[in-house]
């Protein structure tokens, strides 16, 4: 089995990578549907117990794939699974994202569906995707918490929300998580959110630890995008911003080459050392990247390491923004 760690002070303990589920769906072009679910009853055979998803993710395809996973894994394995489910995205028949929804009537329809897509009774974190402007996120967590008492979620959980709005949330209900973007190069957490996060006991699941495959050691210069690739239209991919982080990337390489481990395994196991009330979520989509993102929990970077790592790739090194303009604009993290 796995280490674990616990999600916060008030959620359970889960394993210390959780696999994040929306590459086997969307928006990184065609996934093979057979290898997706090798993968995933391969995590749970590894150990990995959270399986982290959002019901936009193909419009409902994540979820139904994650339900014949789970549905088809021995039942040990089957139980110690948790969900961790994101909701509130607004999409249109052709693919587009056209806002969030953050009503409490909104919030329990969206768990219904999840819930038999899902094939279970219960989603152990539910949390909206981004926050809705027109909805106070006291109404929206509020409505969480009465799926909680309930029976038909577990925990509670945020993404991508900033520090006052995590104060605000937590005085309504205890939060699990948040659930946030965290990585070497996308360390805008550490000022103000991660500090906040640790004074009220609750847990980070950092999704993007590899920046979307631009940190992992295996995205090239010359590489083709696939069509509806969400990298085609992220900054950090684009021209010159592209090179500038594979030279990122190149000097990073040396320093996990002298360790003897692979670069994602050192950019894994970076965000693993930044405290043990993070999750490093790993996006990975065939069995081959998950065991290379398992063998970052055998890596152990002493000081002289994270000195070297942090050389390499300094805060802020980073050319382009995580996100285009019009979505950035979506988070509250950011503003």
Not at 46 to 71: C, K, P, S, W
Not at 153 to 180: F, K, M, Y
Not at 230 to 251: A, I, T
Request: charged residues 20%.
């Amino acid at each position: 089995m796995l280490p674990t760690r616990p999600l916060g002070t008030t959620g359970p303990a889960v394993s210390a990578l959780g696999l994040g589920c929306m590459g086997m769906s969307a928006l990184y072009g065609e996934a093979d549907r057979a290898e997706s679910l090798a993968t995933l009853h391969a995590a749970l055979e590894a150990g990995v117990t959270l399986l982290d998803t959002g019901d936009f993710y193909g419009m409902g395809h994540n979820e139904l794939l994650i339900g014949e996973a789970l549905r088809t894994a021995p039942a040990a394995l089957r139980e110690h699974a948790l969900t961790s489910v994101k909701f509130g995205a607004l999409r249109t028949v052709e693919g587009g994202f056209t806002g969030y929804d953050g009503r409490p009537a909104a919030v329990k329809n969206f768990a219904a569906y999840s819930l038999q897509r899902l094939g279970t009774d219960h989603i152990d974190v539910y949390r909206i995707a981004r926050v809705d402007p027109d909805v106070p996120i006291e109404e929206t967590v509020g409505a969480i918490a009465e799926l909680v008492e309930a029976g038909h979620v577990r925990h509670i959980g945020l993404s991508e929300v900033g520090a006052d709005t995590l104060r605000r949330a937590a005085a309504v209900a205890p939060i699990t998580d948040l659930q946030i973007e965290y990585s070497l190069v996308s360390r805008g957490i550490e000022e103000k959110i991660l500090p906040v996060a640790r004074e009220l006991g609750i847990g980070v699941t950092a999704y993007g630890v590899l920046s979307r495959g631009l940190i992992s050691g295996h995205f090239t210069r010359d590489r083709a995008l696939a069509p509806g690739d969400f990298r085609g239209m992220s900054p950090r991919f684009q021209g010159e911003n592209l090179h500038r982080n594979l030279d990122l990337v190149d000097r990073l390489r040396a320093v996990a080459e002298a360790k003897g481990v692979s670069v994602a395994q050192t950019a894994i196991a970076w965000v693993l050392a930044q405290g043990d009330d993070i999750v490093p979520l790993v996006g990975a989509r065939t069995r081959a990247r998950l065991a290379e993102a398992l063998g970052a929990l055998d890596v152990t970077l002493d000081a002289a390491d994270l000195a070297a790592i942090e050389e390499a790739v300094p805060a802020g090194a980073a050319a382009g923004e995580r996100y285009p303009a019009a979505q950035m604009a979506h988070l509250d993290s950011e503003h």
